[in-house]
């Protein structure tokens, strides 16, 4: 205990950073969690047929804009040097195709494009399951607590590795994997590109480092199977970012509903963007992340095979919002209408000249575009 308590999170830190669970409108947490979303990306990859080429950056890119909440998390948001958590919580709902469509483009390595694979599946399974975490978070419903998102989604983690492995508790290495130096450099990399596209701004490498190292180092530590790091974290939490500001990441957690005489979670539910009546429990909507997730895996593999326009891969993916999974005026913005230049002065007509046809070109030219039905191609690719 005396190791933990001597890291600097808890002799710097003094203000809270944005959180989650204030309704539809509300922000991100700081630290969310890795397992369910490195768990649905292996499903959706073998639903896809497809092996990612680096595990382990496939791993980490599934935790998507996530990690960057953990850089320097212990600090003040204007000590931080370079704000990565404030940048984080803005990728989950600004521009988001845009940053998308960077990592598309600028994934040239087999380890890029095995964490923008993984980081499409952490888009689709926010997509698929953040209105059903602000429904089941909304005060007088199960997790309406004070930081019940992070109690629900930490009871989830819980809940799936138990399923998986017979532990509740969720090891570092099964929610953040450590990367090569080669694929850390490319995620960076990664990173740079799409937060340039998506929001105008730049960042340093060694700052979009730094934030896997502090996530991997937070997490390290939020296990706690006897509890007792646990109820040490809930006296002291108050003074820092609230409840549920620590102890709303600590592994394991017990997931309501699944205990015997108690009441199950909701199959039922009005989306709280839309109003309208859902018919899907937690198996449902991740089994949808999943099939989700692998439909934009194999849009991405075609298009860096040369078999599938950008455009395409684009009007598969969208660019919605991680909260509500629709796209909006933040997620989706107009691009700006430009003034139409002024018309060029009339010329003078010039005699007709003798029409020639246009060549098609060689074979040998430049590769020819395929369009390719992703739903069609996904389900012949189906494993059932």
């Known amino acids: 205990m005396r190791g933990f308590c001597a890291y600097p999170f808890f002799s710097d830190f003094t203000a809270p950073v944005p959180q989650k669970g204030r309704g539809p409108k509300g922000r ?5 969690e890795g397992y369910t979303h490195i768990r649905t990306a292996r499903a959706a990859a073998r639903l896809a047929n497809i092996e990612p080429a680096d ?38 709902g600004e521009n988001t195709g845009a940053f998308l469509q960077a990592l598309l483009e600028n994934a040239k390595t087999p380890a890029q494009q095995s964490y923008a694979m993984g980081f499409l599946c952490h888009y ?23 930081g019940g998102h992070g109690y629900f ?12 492995t017979g532990k509740s508790a969720v090891s570092v290495n099964d929610n953040t994997p450590a ?18 596209a998506a929001l105008g701004l730049t960042v340093s490498r060694r700052a979009v480092k730094d934030s896997f190292a502090h996530t991997r180092l937070l997490r390290r530590h939020f296990v ?5 790091k646990y109820a040490l974290f809930w006296l002291v939490e108050p003074l820092f970012g609230g409840r549920g500001f620590i102890t709303g990441h600590i592994t394991p957690a017990h997931l309501k509903g699944t205990g015997k005489n108690e009441t199950p979670l909701p199959e039922v539910w009005e989306h709280p963007f839309t109003g309208e009546e859902q ?21 991405a593999q075609g298009y860096w095979q040369s078999k599938l326009r950008l455009e395409k891969v684009m ?3 969208g660019s919605r919002s991680y909260l509500s999974g629709l796209e909006d005026e933040v997620s989706a913005p107009q691009p700006e209408e430009t003034e139409e230049p002024a018309p060029e002065p009339a010329q003078p007509e010039l005699p007709e000249q003798p029409e020639v046809q246009e060549q098609e070109p060689e074979e040998a030219g430049e590769p020819k575009w395929q369009d390719i039905d992703i739903f069609d191609e996904l389900d012949h690719n189906s494993v059932g």
């Open 28 to 32: 991100l947490d700081s630290m969310p």
């Open 279 to 299: 018919q899907a429990d937690l198996a449902a909507l991740l089994e949808q992340a999943e099939r989700t997730g692998a439909a934009y895996m194999m849009a």
């Open 55 to 92: 595990g382990a950056a496939f791993d980490c890119g599934a935790n998507g804009p996530d990690m960057l909440f953990c850089y320097r998390v212990w600090r003040k948001s204007a000590r931080r040097g370079e704000d990565l958590p404030k940048i984080g919580d803005r990728l989950h």
């Open 224 to 228: 706690s199977s006897l509890r007792i």
């Open 153 to 164: 989604e930490i009871a989830l983690d819980s809940f799936l590795h138990q399923k998986d």
């Open 124 to 146: 689709a399974a926010d997509c698929a399951l953040h209105p059903y975490v602000v429904m089941i978070t909304k005060p007088g419903a199960a997790y309406g607590m004070p």
């Open 179 to 196: 990367l090569s130096e080669e694929a850390l450099e490319g995620a960076a990399e990664l990173l740079q590109a799409g937060i340039r």
């Open 315 to 317: 009007s598969v993916i």
